[in-house]
Every structure is written in C-alpha cells, then in structure tokens.
C-alpha cells in the first residue's frame, strides 16, 4: 500500500516518514509540491520539463499542488503516470493544498493518505530557522539581511516573495489551504506533539499510540514488542531538516509584538486544531 506523507512545511514531515521508514516503507522518487509546477529553475531543459507536466486550472485534468501559488496547476494525467511506476510500499513526501479534486485523485490511485500537523506556533519559528541555515533555500539570503528574529517571523507571517521570485503565502493562507486535509475522513491525521515522544518533551504512551495508528491505517500488523522498538525509534537527530525537536519552542522567541499579530492573524485555526490558545 502507497502513501502520501502530507503537511504545512515544517510540522514534522521527516518525523512521520522517519516512522513509515520504521515499518519498511521506501520513499518514492516524487515530493508532492509546488516544486513540480514552478518556472524558477535556471536550467533550460528543467524548465522545459515543468512546462510540459503543467496545465491550465480551468480543465478538467489539472490538479492544484503548490500550497503558495493556486496557478500552478499540474496535469492529472502525468502525475498518474509517475505513480503508476512506483513500487507497492513507496510513501511520498508532500506539502499539498487541500481540494476535493485532488484527495479523491490521491484516492483512486489507491494512495492512504497522512497529514501530520503541529502547533502553528512552533512551525512559525521552525520555518524562519530552516531557511537561515541552508543557503539554497530561496529565502535564505533575504532572511540574513533582516535585523531581528521578529523581522523574520513576521515575514513569514505575512508572506513574501523570495530569490527567482519565488512566493510563500502568508501564513494564515496557507493554513487555510490545509484545512481540509484535517477534516477529511479518508486521511489520517497525527500531530507532531503525539509522535516526538520524550526525547521532544512528549509523552511515551502518545507516541506509542500513535504509531498503532499510522501502522493500522497502513494496514501492517507487528507484535507489540515491535511497536516499542518502532516507536522508540521515531525521534532522529540526524534527519537533515532537524533543527530542536521540541514542542513549544515559540515561546522562547515571541515578542509581544509576534504574540498579538499572531492571534489577530491565525488565531482561528490554533483553536480549530485543537491546541490551547
């Protein structure tokens, strides 16, 4: 059974396909995201290549897949193609924007689908500590030329347009295009703050729960000696996107300035998530 590992960018991707990795799922050799349909590579044949896979939003075939662009549509058709050659335990990496197209589209091509979410808050600060460290990111060099911690938060709040223009909606948008995910009953949601376990501040027996449930929508069966070991696994220091791993670590880099523009601008969706506000 194929999967897709689906969240906001930085609320535990790697966590959750860190445990898929555990049950003796391979990661498949697609990232479903607006990385599939965006004009911005600097080579000629790549842009080529993005160009033929994309396709109008108006027909009937395209499939919104960029969580900050909503006009970058890719064609069903390829995507269905590419799938098709995957193996039967492959799981897919994805930052996906919620649509009843797309989740029915996952759906017919036999797909289980995961979301994993986490405290806004938290993604907020781990988002701004990504782009700072990686040169590459598209955000990188615009982020070092700001002055404070808060002058990068709240542009990650607001939203803005990196190197080759590349776009990150706002915050509040893109937890908006996510929602769905959340709500839909076909997809397996997991929090972050359940799947860390101690070494993250969490608690054991969460974890362990929660790796009952990925492995039970995932339709594997392991004795509960195996689940122990599996969900003693989970946290890894050494995935490359790891930074801290802890839960809560917003409120360490909050201003009061941060905290107000954060309630007026997503206040909304800490509650609808669930966590405490």
């Not at 897709?4 to 860190?18: E, F, I």
């Amino acid at each position: 059974m194929r999967a897709v590992a689906n969240s906001l960018p930085k609320s535990g991707t790697h966590l959750l396909t860190r445990l898929l990795d555990l049950i003796g799922m391979t990661e498949g050799p697609l990232h479903l995201s607006g990385s599939l349909v965006r004009l911005t590579s600097r080579n000629p044949i790549r842009m080529l290549q993005i160009a033929r896979r994309r396709t109008r939003r108006s027909y009937s075939d395209g499939l919104n897949v960029d969580l900050d662009e909503p006009k970058n549509v890719l064609r069903g058709r390829w995507l269905r193609q590419k799938l098709a050659r995957t193996p039967v335990n492959a799981y897919f990496q994805a930052h996906l924007p919620h649509s009843d197209d797309l989740e029915a589209f996952l759906a017919e091509n036999n797909l289980k689908l995961l979301f994993i979410i986490r405290d806004p808050r938290d993604v907020l600060l781990s988002f701004v500590n990504h782009m700072l460290r990686d040169p590459s990111f598209p955000f990188h060099r615009q982020f070092h030329s700001m002055s404070s911690t808060e002058a990068r938060l709240r542009a990650t709040l607001e939203g803005c347009i990196g190197d080759r223009g590349i776009p990150l909606a706002s915050l509040p948008n893109r937890l908006a295009r996510v929602m769905g995910w959340y709500r839909s009953k076909q997809t397996l949601t997991v929090r972050f703050e359940d799947l860390i376990g101690p070494q993250g501040a969490g608690l054991a027996q969460r974890q362990r729960q929660t790796v009952r449930r990925v492995c039970d929508h995932m339709q594997f069966d392991f004795s509960e000696q195996r689940l122990d070991e599996i969900a003693s696994s989970v946290f890894n220091t050494r995935a490359s996107t790891f930074h801290k791993g802890q839960i809560g670590t917003w409120k360490e880099a909050f201003t009061p300035t941060i905290e107000r523009m954060f309630a007026d601008a997503c206040g909304p969706y800490i509650r609808q998530l669930g966590y405490d506000y």
